[in-house]
């Protein structure tokens, strides 16, 4: 079966800090790793995905994320946190459907504090 | 707005009564998701739509809820006889086909509570 796990439920980072919030997967054959943000009373977004290719993807509000085949790993990172990037953080990995469609199973969440 | 709609986003039910929700994805995307989100949890897989087309149900679809799609647009899913293990928030995502399968757009969710 296909997981993702997100070890830390909260990460704390001071404004203007580098910050990770790390994810782990387990899949057979090769992976597509998603990161979505949730913020409080709305739906998730999409923030950037790992299909194949460079092993740092870009994503949307600055955020970029790192693929480690060995360490099996998709860590989600941004150079400069901003308090407004506080927020629930979630890794997902897909499974492809009949048809053709996507079944994302994603992993408990991280919550983001970013202080200033 | 042109994202995926949900509604109502809020729905406070007493316990065996039945609910409706209803989505209304980006209006070019030909897949659509239901997906069940309980208090820290990730969301969890609930069923798939390609058009009209119910293509995969999560065994967490149990015989009380019923989804439908039936013009391949908007989709509703049922919860008949609510139990209060149903409160959670419902989230509905759609994308589209071929190469943009693997990118899903959600809604705001529906938060039904059970009480």
């Known amino acids: 079966a296909q997981s993702v796990a997100q070890p830390e439920d909260q990460v704390n980072v001071a404004e203007g800090n580098p910050l990770t919030v790390k994810c782990t997967y387990s899949?057979?054959?090769?992976?597509?790793l998603f990161w979505y943000v949730q913020y409080p009373n709305r739906g998730l977004q999409f923030l950037l995905k790992?299909?194949?290719?460079?092993?740092l993807v870009k994503g949307s509000y600055g955020f970029e994320a790192e693929f480690n085949k060995s360490q099996t790993s998709f860590h989600l990172k941004k150079p400069s946190a901003l308090v407004s990037d506080s927020a629930l953080y979630f890794c997902?990995?897909?499974?492809?459907?009949?048809?053709?469609?996507?079944?994302?199973?994603f992993g408990t969440g991280t919550q983001l504090k970013v202080e200033l | 707005d042109t994202g995926v709609s949900q509604d109502p986003r809020h729905k406070i039910t007493k316990r065996g009564q039945n609910v409706t929700f209803r989505c209304d994805p980006i209006?070019?995307?030909?897949?659509l998701y239901w997906y069940r989100q309980t208090l820290g949890q990730g969301p969890e897989f609930l069923t798939y739509?390609?058009?009209?087309?119910?293509?995969?149900k999560s065994r967490l679809l149990s015989d009380r809820f019923s989804a439908e799609r039936p013009k391949g647009s908007f989709s509703t899913l049922e919860i008949q006889r609510t139990e209060q293990g149903d409160s959670a928030m419902y989230l509905c995502?759609?994308?589209?086909?071929?190469?943009?399968?693997?990118?899903?757009?959600f809604g705001q969710g529906t938060r039904l509570t059970v009480v």
């Open positions: 995502a759609s994308s589209l086909g071929a190469d943009r399968a693997y990118e899903a757009f």
């Open positions: 899949v057979s054959g090769n992976p597509y």
């Open positions: 790992y299909i194949t290719g460079d092993n």
């Open positions: 997902a990995v897909r499974l492809i459907l009949t048809g053709g469609g996507n079944k994302l199973t």
């Open positions: 209006s070019e995307h030909n897949r």
């Open positions: 739509f390609q058009n009209e087309a119910q293509l995969e």
